[in-house]
């Protein structure tokens, strides 16, 4: 199985250049914020319980998010391999993510970690806001609150995975071709 963590900032087109990897290389995608939004949409227990925290762009409790990932690992056991979007996002994720992993025989084998600037992500958050019409990104304070979580709470992760030599820093500006070019010469060393 390929196994591959996109990392980023929000807004640094994890979630686009997810649908690109997938239709190339057939991996299975998993966004835990599509999960969410989903779940709060539909009013389910997940949906209630994480309402609070996405809606004001705090971070889910890390069990919440560790639950919803495994069971989705545990039922699509036979994927080519899977793309996390938008997960780890605390290095206590990553941690379980490793563990949980290895008891199942696999291993992520890449980090694909996207840099765009800050006015940049602001930018593009807002733009996403007016279109989208998703509420965390149409609040200002919300979306500084969500950069100042990456920067505490997120960005750690890089180390994580360069310690275990598997991050891949990316330019994440310009077209989504040139990006998804970007990212598919990384891939392509290792699938
Ligand atoms: P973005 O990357 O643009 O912030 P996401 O769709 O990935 O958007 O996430 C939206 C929200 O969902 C986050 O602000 C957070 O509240 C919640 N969330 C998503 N993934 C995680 C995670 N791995 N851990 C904790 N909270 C998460």
């Given amino acids: 199985m390929f196994n591959l963590v996109l990392?980023?900032?929000?807004?640094s087109g994890k979630g686009t250049q997810s649908a690109r990897i997938v239709e190339r290389y057939q991996l299975k995608h998993i966004s835990t914020?599509?999960?969410?939004?989903?779940?709060m949409d539909a009013k389910t227990a997940l949906g209630l319980k994480a309402k609070s925290y996405v809606e004001k762009g705090n971070l889910v409790p890390d069990e919440l998010v560790v639950?919803?990932?495994?069971?989705?690992?545990?039922?699509?056991?036979?994927?080519?391999?899977?793309?996390?979007?938008?997960?780890?996002?605390?290095?206590?994720?990553?941690e379980i993510l490793r563990t949980?992993?290895?008891?199942?025989?696999?291993?992520?084998?890449?980090?694909?970690?996207?840099k765009v600037p800050e006015a940049e992500l602001l930018e593009r958050m807002r733009k996403r806001g007016k279109k989208s019409g998703r509420a965390d990104d149409q609040d200002e304070d919300i979306l500084q609150n969500r950069l100042k979580i990456?920067?505490?709470?997120?960005?750690?992760?890089?180390?994580?995975?360069?310690?275990?030599?598997?991050?891949?820093?990316?330019?994440?500006?310009?077209?989504?071709?040139?990006?998804?070019?970007?990212?598919?010469?990384?891939?392509?060393?290792?699938?």
């Fill in 67 to 94: 639950d919803l990932v495994m069971n989705f690992l545990d039922q699509h056991g036979d994927e080519r391999g899977f793309i996390f979007d938008g997960f780890p996002r605390t290095i206590r994720q990553a």
């Fill in 100 to 114: 949980e992993l290895f008891e199942r025989g696999q291993t992520i084998k890449l980090m694909i970690d996207l």
């Fill in 7 to 11: 990392f980023g900032p929000p807004g």
């Fill in 33 to 39: 914020g599509d999960i969410f939004r989903k779940e």
């Fill in 150 to 191: 990456y920067r505490d709470s997120t960005e750690p992760v890089i180390s994580f995975y360069t310690k275990h030599h598997k991050h891949y820093e990316i330019d994440g500006v310009g077209t989504v071709d040139e990006v998804f070019n970007r990212i598919s010469s990384v891939i392509e060393q290792f699938i």
